[in-house]
């Protein structure tokens, strides 16, 4: 018997990360900080998501080895995520619940960019 599958993106498709960037813009705060880099609107813009492929770039531009500038993001990255997450900061699109409909005649599985534990918090959290 064929069995089929349903397989989501997490950000932006079941959990709706984007309409509220606070999360976000405290663990760039915090990166930036704990690099001692100065909080300018330019340098918090420079570790958005949307540059993640230009870390090198930013590295050069930042005076941090790209290592340690993506270690050090990522640690606070999750971390206020997960928060974020827990917190009810950031919460599933409405219409998640529907996936509920589907898990007796399907296999619902999750893909995404985010870190694993961000993935396991959100299945804990909203099932």
């Known amino acids: 018997m064929l069995k089929y599958a349903a397989v989501f993106d997490m950000d932006g498709v079941l959990l709706d990360s984007e309409s509220n960037p606070e999360w976000l813009n405290k663990a760039i705060i915090k990166t930036l900080e704990f690099l001692e880099i100065p909080v300018t609107r330019r340098n918090i813009e420079y570790l958005y998501p ?71 918090v959100f299945i804990s959290e909203y099932g």
């Open 50 to 120: 949307k540059n993640v492929r230009r870390i090198d770039d930013i590295s050069r531009i930042l005076g941090i080895p790209p290592d340690k500038l993506w270690e050090v993001r990522n640690r606070f990255y999750k971390g206020e995520k997960i928060n974020a997450i827990r917190n009810r900061m950031i919460t599933p699109f409405e219409d998640v619940r529907y996936l509920y409909l589907l898990k007796d005649k399907y296999e619902v599985d999750i893909i995404s960019n985010s870190p694993q534990e961000v993935v396991d």
